[in-house]
């Protein structure tokens, strides 16, 4: 049972007499029984099921095993122990404002308004829709296009200052598989409008800081897990206003996708939104250990970016987000695994833009190349 053996593994290190205990390794199994792995870390079959709480021999591929620090086993990975997620909190100073249906006009087909903020539904062919507050207006679009819950607007404070934020958001898209949901958001400080982003499953998703609130974005991510191998993640991570943009505060934490958060997930009411932040306080959810990382890095400018977020870097060559592919990747382009945010060296809001500017062209951005947990790692920081 590798989803449990996460956390027992955690307790049998953590009730350990760490001045008698040496350090913890983590041998990653391929296609070889547990006799296989006694012989290549010199640890008895016995030892390494009463580590592991291993029920059998049967070990799955591509899941870890903890192992002693020894002679044998020290250039193996040394193993993080999961660390449990803060304790967030609601934050109850948000005020959502209902959408209300408006009378249609000549230039909308059909018009919501929560507050000052409107849509404005301009096409019965496609779902774009024109989205404004005040004098501020920009196009996005809307799924579905009759679902007054897919647009949500939120007045919040996230720079602490006092004065509420607004928070103007659109479901731009729903999967059919797990369900996932895309919105798009537009932050706007006393009616100017800072930037935007999109996040995953959003819902009543703001948690309380010293003062205001923080945004609790979520990403779908595919990771690697020391113990449970890969898998498919929620990561959340909060965000607050400063310095004129979305800044993250605070770790990332992670809930592995597993039937329990299934169950969890769907269990709010048909059209309710989503719930996310008891997602990331359940038991299941922990912080994601740093990463043992080596890298070099260099600074040049970003010579355009195109709609699928690739960066022409000019003699650097072209850069794509990094994926699986059956071809090799032609010359002269390469490969990055996320933009980071240059200021605090988190990643960046996913697809987060200035408000006005579409692309990253013409701006600066450091480009970094390692290694991290043994894996090659290419970031962009912008």
Not at 229 to 256: D, F, N
Not at 363 to 381: K, M, N
């Amino acid at each position: 049972m590798p989803s449990h053996r996460l956390f027992l593994a955690a307790l049998l290190v953590l009730s350990c007499d760490a001045s008698t205990t040496p350090p913890w390794r983590v041998y990653r199994v391929g296609d070889e029984t547990l006799s296989h792995v006694a012989l290549k870390t010199n640890v008895s079959v016995a030892r390494l099921r009463s580590i592991n709480h291993l029920q059998s021999d049967t070990i799955r591929w591509g899941t870890g095993l903890l192992v002693p620090d020894s002679e044998k086993t020290q250039a193996l990975p040394r193993w993080k122990p999961p660390k449990p997620a803060p304790d967030w909190q609601p934050c109850a100073q948000v005020e959502w404002v209902a959408p209300v249906v408006m009378p249609a006009d000549s230039r909308c087909l059909r018009k919501e308004c929560a507050g000052e903020a409107c849509l404005c539904l301009v096409s019965d062919d496609e779902p774009t829709v024109e989205l404004s507050l005040g004098p501020t207006s920009w196009t996005s679009t809307v799924f579905p296009e009759n679902d007054l819950g897919a647009f949500r607007h939120a007045r919040v404070d996230l720079d602490g200052d006092g004065a509420p934020e607004s928070v103007v958001s659109v479901r731009e898209a729903a999967g059919n598989g797990i369900g996932l949901e895309w919105w798009r958001h537009l932050v706007l400080k006393a009616g100017r409008p800072i930037a935007s982003f999109v996040t995953i499953d959003y819902g009543h998703s703001f948690v309380a800081q010293p003062h205001g609130c923080a945004l609790l974005a979520t990403s779908f991510e595919s990771r690697t897990d020391q113990l449970r191998g890969s898998g498919s993640y929620w990561v959340a991570r909060l965000h607050v206003l400063s310095g004129g943009a979305m800044r993250a505060v605070g770790p990332q934490v992670v809930r592995r996708y597993t039937h329990r958060f299934f169950a969890q997930r769907w269990s709010a009411p048909e059209r309710e939104p989503f719930q996310p932040l008891p997602w990331f306080t359940d038991v299941g959810a922990f912080i994601w250990p740093e990463a043992d990382e080596r890298r070099s890095c260099h600074e040049t400018n970003v010579v355009f970016e195109d709609d699928e977020a690739r960066f022409d870097l000019g003699v650097d060559g072209v850069f794509e987000r990094r994926a699986w592919r059956e071809e090799p990747l032609p010359a002269r382009v390469g490969e990055y695994d996320q933009v980071l945010d240059r200021v605090t060296g988190a990643p960046l809001l996913e697809e987060y833009r200035p408000f006005g500017e579409v692309r990253w062209s013409g701006h600066r951005v450091t480009v970094c190349d390692g290694v991290a947990d043994g894996e090659p790692r290419v970031t962009l920081a912008l």
